[in-house]
């Protein structure tokens, strides 16, 4: 297992899947330095621009990566579009038909 900065934390040689595990976690969870943070975002920028299909994944791997960067190198957030409102159209009464009335004629 290799962490962000190229160094090797652990190395499989058997039954050391405990050890693994926590090696992992503790390394998802161990913050970016500032030099880390601005590889990651430079490699992200490359990223995008070469595969345009995969914007909206790599954007969702850059939104769990932020909270672990040094504030002054987070990338800043973009807002979500605001969808306009659309109104439900409404059903027009037939004639002779309400469901009100079909509803409790039913009762």
């Known amino acids: 297992m290799i962490r962000r900065d190229g160094h090797a934390l652990l190395r499989h040689e058997g039954s050391g899947a405990g050890l693994a595990s926590w090696a992992l976690a503790a390394e998802r969870y161990r913050p970016y330095t500032e030099q880390e943070a601005r590889a990651f975002l430079r490699l992200h920028e490359a990223l995008r621009r070469a595969l345009p299909q995969h914007r909206e994944e790599l954007d969702e791997i850059v939104a769990l990566a932020r909270p ?6 987070q990338p800043t957030r973009l807002g979500r579009p605001h969808p306009h409102v659309w109104h439900l159209p409404v059903p027009s009464k037939a004639a002779g038909y309400d469901s009100l009335s079909s509803f409790s004629r039913a009762a």
Do not use: E, G
């Not at 672990?68 to 190198?73: A, F, G, I, N, T």
């Open 68 to 73: 672990l960067m040094p504030p002054r190198v």
